[in-house]
C-alpha cells in the first residue's frame, strides 16, 4: 500500500472556503466508501471530522464536508475560522489495511 | 462508552524490548479490527498494522512487517504493540485504533534513546 496523494499546504481567509484533496487509486478511495478525514493541532491527537466519505461525528461542524469523485476525495471547510488552522490526514480502507495521506497544513491568514 | 485505553510513556534504551498496550471497553472486542498508528516527531501518520481479535488475523504494513509483532488477548480485550529490539528511530507516539467505527487511543510515547 502506498500513501494517498496530500498538497503539504493550503491556505486561505477567515471566512473563505477551502478543499484538500486526497488521491489514491483503485485498491483504495476508488474502490470503497470508507474514506476519512482528520485534524490534528500541535500536541494533540486526531480528530474524526469525516468518515464513510462524508458522515461527520456528532459534535462536528457543519462547515466540514467531504465528497469523492473517482479516486480522489476532498475535504471542504467553509467559513474559515482562525481555530480551523491545523494539520488534516485522509484515510482509506485498501482492502486488507488502511493508509494515510501525507498530511495538510492548513493556513488561516 | 466505547474507549480504548493505552499504557503509559516508556523510556527505554536501544536493543532493549517492549510490549505496550491498549485495553477495549464499551464494545464486543473480539468482533472489530484494531490496529497501531505511528506518529514519529513533527511527522504524519503511518498505519502500522491491524489484528482481528476473533481469530487473532494479523495484516502488517509492507513499511512495518518484521519489525514489530501486533497481538491480542481477547479473554482481556487487549491488544499489543511489541518490539524484541528497539532503534533510536522507534521513538514515535504510538495510537491504538479501531477503524470501524472509528475509536482511537489516547496514544503512548515511546522514548528510545541512550
Known amino acids: 500500500q502506498s500513501a494517498l496523494t496530500q498538497p503539504a499546504s493550503v491556505s486561505g481567509s477567515p471566512g473563505q472556503s477551502i478543499t484538500i484533496s486526497c488521491t489514491g487509486t483503485?485498491?483504495?478511495?476508488?474502490?470503497?466508501?470508507?474514506v476519512s478525514w482528520y485534524q490534528q493541532h500541535p500536541g494533540k491527537a486526531p480528530k474524526l471530522i469525516i468518515y464513510?466519505?462524508?458522515k461527520r461525528p456528532s459534535g462536528v461542524s457543519n462547515r466540514f464536508s467531504g465528497s469523492k469523485s473517482g479516486n480522489t476525495a476532498s475535504l471542504t471547510i467553509s467559513g474559515l475560522q482562525a481555530d480551523d488552522e491545523s494539520d488534516y490526514y485522509c484515510?482509506?480502507?485498501?482492502?486488507?489495511?488502511?493508509?494515510f495521506g501525507g498530511g495538510t497544513k492548513l493556513t488561516v491568514l | 462508552e466505547v474507549q480504548l485505553v493505552q499504557s503509559g510513556a516508556e523510556v527505554k534504551k536501544p536493543g532493549e524490548s517492549l510490549k505496550i498496550s491498549c485495553k477495549g471497553s464499551?464494545?464486543?472486542?473480539?468482533?472489530?479490527?484494531i490496529g497501531w498508528v505511528r506518529q514519529m516527531p513533527g511527522k504524519g501518520l503511518e498505519w502500522m498494522g491491524i489484528?482481528?481479535?476473533?481469530?487473532?488475523?494479523?495484516r502488517y504494513s509492507p513499511s512495518f512487517q518484521g519489525q514489530v509483532t501486533i497481538s491480542v488477548d481477547k479473554s482481556i480485550s487487549t491488544a499489543y504493540l511489541q518490539w524484541s529490539s528497539l532503534k533510536a528511530s522507534d521513538t514515535a507516539m504510538y495510537y491504538c485504533?479501531?477503524?470501524?467505527?472509528?475509536?482511537w487511543g489516547q496514544g503512548t510515547l515511546v522514548t528510545v534513546s541512550s
Open positions: 485504533v479501531r477503524p470501524q467505527p472509528v475509536t
Open positions: 483503485t485498491s483504495d478511495i476508488g474502490n470503497y466508501n470508507l
Open positions: 489484528i482481528y481479535p476473533g481469530d487473532s488475523d494479523t
Open positions: 484515510c482509506s480502507y485498501a482492502g486488507s489495511l488502511w493508509v
Open positions: 464513510e466519505g462524508n
Open positions: 464499551g464494545y464486543s472486542f473480539s468482533t472489530y479490527w
